[in-house]
Each structure stands twice: as C-alpha cells, then as structure tokens.
C-alpha cells in the first residue's frame, strides 16, 4: 500500500512540473508577442514589418508564424522565438505532447489592415 502511495504522490509531482513548464512557455510566448510589437505599434507601412516561425509541433514544423516590427532588436528578438521553439519541443518531447500534422503554411508578407500588421497568406 505505502508504495501505491509513493507512486500516487510522484505522479501528482511530475503533473504539477508539467503545468510549470506549460506557464513557462505561457510567459514566454506572451514576452514575444510583447516585444514584437504586433499588438503595440501601430501598423502604416508594411515594409517596416516581417515575419518568423514560432513554436514546434510533435510531428515537426512550426505551430505557426508571427509578425514583428523592424523597429526592435530583431538579433534579440528572433533569438527569444529559436529559445522558445526549442523549448517547446523539448516539452513536446519529454511530456509526450501530440500534435495535429498538418504543415503550417508560411505566410507570403505581412500587410498593414486598419492600422494592425497582419500576415499575407496567398
């Protein structure tokens, strides 16, 4: 009985680091978004504006796309989306995570749409 007990307890333990790793990726995410300026600055040209990758699905790829201005520290800034990305695989990884398999089809630009950078899928 007490090593059911042990086992119960361990596995409350690894579910409670799971959820702390998911917040840490959380935080993460919402610190790109924050310094991409997508959701701050105000979209007048376009060409102020590019886009990366972000994330990784278990079946490989990226979760999806992000636009972000031209204005920020891009070294810094596409350095936080690599250490993100790799984040989240390695959670993906170590958690068992599943994911769809579809391939996130790269966006061909971003355009300015009532003042909000807004990736162009053709």
Request: charged fraction near 20%; hydrophobic fraction near 35%.
């Amino acid at each position: 009985m007490a090593i059911v007990f042990t086992l119960m307890g361990c596995s409350k333990d690894n579910d409670e680091t799971k959820e702390q790793e998911s917040q840490n990726l959380d935080q993460m995410y919402q610190e790109i978004i924050a310094l991409s300026l997508v959701t701050t600055e105000s979209c007048t040209n376009s060409d102020d504006w590019a886009f990366t990758a972000i994330g990784h699905k278990s079946c490989g790829g990226p979760t999806g796309y992000i636009a972000y201005s031209l204005k920020i520290d891009t070294a810094a800034f596409l350095k936080k989306v690599e250490n993100y990305t790799k984040a989240q695989k390695e959670f993906n990884i170590k958690w068992g995570i599943p994911s769809t398999c579809e391939m996130a089809i790269p966006p061909t630009g971003v355009s300015c749409v009532d003042g909000k950078a807004t990736l162009v899928f053709d």
